[in-house]
C-alpha cells in the first residue's frame, strides 16, 4: 500500500511540474484578446523560469500579427523594482515596430486598458558585435546611438489580479506603446561609458516636473542592463534593434489630454522626447 501512495504522489508531482508552463492555447488566446483590447489572464505561474515558458507561446501570436521584434524591452533594472515584485534579476519582452511612436505624436490611447507613462532610455545597436561584448566599453562600441524615450506601458491585467515578476514575465513585462525621440550618436560623446553613468532625465506632465531619474537607475549603469541582456542569449541584438533599459523613475496614470514630455542631459548634450495623449 505504502508504494501504491508514493507512486501516486510521484506522479502528482510530476503533473504539477508539467502543469507549470501553461497550456499553449491558454497564452495563444490571451494574446489575440490583448491584440483586440481585451485584459490578460492569470495563467497562475509561480517562478519566473514559467513565466518565461508562457511567454513563448504569447509572444509567437505577436509575431505572427506584428512581424518579427524590432527591439527589446528589459524591465526591473532597479534594486527597488526587483523587490517590490520579488525578483532578483531583470526581466524581458520583445518590441515590434507598431509600438514604437515618433517624437511630437498624438499617442491615442484607443485600446488600452490600464496604462501608464515613465521616462526611459533606448539605445540602437550598431553591430553584431554586441553579442560578444564582455565590458561597458565593448557594448559602447557596438551601440549606434543612445535615444530619448518615454514607455507608455499597459498593465491590462483583469481586475483583481496582483502583478508579480512571474507574472509579468509570462507577458514579457506588458510593453504597449512607446514615444521614441531623436538621439545622439555614440560617435559624438567625449566618452560614452562616463557619459552614459552621468545621464539624467526631467519628466513632464503639461510643463511641470513630475521627476527626475539617472543612468546609475538602470542596474548602477546604463551599459550593464546591455550585459546582463548579451548574457541571456534569449534575443538576438542586431544592427538596428533597439534596447530599451528600463524605468528612470515612477510610472504615472495615463489620461487623455495631457502633454508629456522628457528632457535628457548626456555628455553635456541635451536632447527630448514629447507627445500628447488623444482618445
Not at 512571474?166 to 512607446?178: D, I, K, N, Q, S
Request: glycine share 12%; aromatic share 6%; proline share 7%.
Amino acid at each position: 500500500m505504502r508504494s501504491v501512495i508514493l507512486g501516486m504522489l510521484f506522479v502528482s508531482l510530476a503533473q504539477a511540474a508539467s502543469a507549470a508552463c501553461p497550456d499553449v492555447s491558454l497564452m495563444q488566446n490571451a494574446a489575440r484578446g490583448w491584440m483586440a483590447g481585451q485584459r490578460l489572464p492569470d495563467p497562475l505561474v509561480r517562478t519566473v523560469e514559467d513565466g518565461a515558458c508562457a511567454y513563448a507561446a504569447f509572444r509567437g501570436i505577436l509575431e505572427a500579427q506584428m512581424g518579427p521584434p524590432v527591439g527589446v524591452k528589459v524591465g526591473f533594472t532597479s534594486a527597488a523594482a526587483q523587490e517590490r515584485f520579488g525578483v532578483s534579476a531583470p526581466l524581458a519582452g520583445a518590441l515590434f515596430a507598431p509600438m514604437l511612436v515618433p517624437d511630437g505624436a498624438r499617442l491615442s490611447l484607443k485600446g488600452s486598458r490600464t496604462p501608464y507613462f515613465e521616462a526611459d532610455l533606448v539605445v540602437t545597436v550598431g553591430s553584431a558585435a554586441i553579442m560578444r561584448a564582455t565590458t561597458r566599453e565593448e557594448v559602447a562600441a557596438a551601440l549606434k546611438d543612445v535615444r530619448p524615450f518615454i514607455e507608455v506601458p499597459d498593465i491590462a491585467l483583469k481586475q483583481g489580479v496582483t502583478p508579480t515578476g512571474p507574472l509579468l514575465a509570462a507577458y514579457g513585462v506588458t510593453p504597449w506603446r512607446g514615444v521614441l525621440g531623436r538621439g545622439i550618436p555614440m560617435s559624438e560623446l567625449a566618452d560614452p561609458v562616463a557619459d552614459l553613468a552621468g545621464l539624467t532625465v526631467t519628466l513632464k506632465l503639461d510643463g511641470k516636473a513630475v521627476g527626475t531619474g539617472s543612468g546609475e537607475m538602470l542596474l548602477g549603469h546604463p551599459l550593464d542592463v546591455v550585459l546582463w541582456l548579451v548574457r541571456q542569449r534569449s534575443y538576438e541584438l542586431k544592427p538596428g534593434s533597439v534596447i530599451s533599459l528600463g524605468s528612470l523613475g515612477k510610472l504615472h496614470p495615463a489620461y487623455v489630454g495631457h502633454r508629456v514630455e522628457a528632457d535628457y542631459r548626456v555628455g553635456g548634450k541635451a536632447m527630448k522626447v514629447g507627445f500628447t495623449l488623444a482618445p
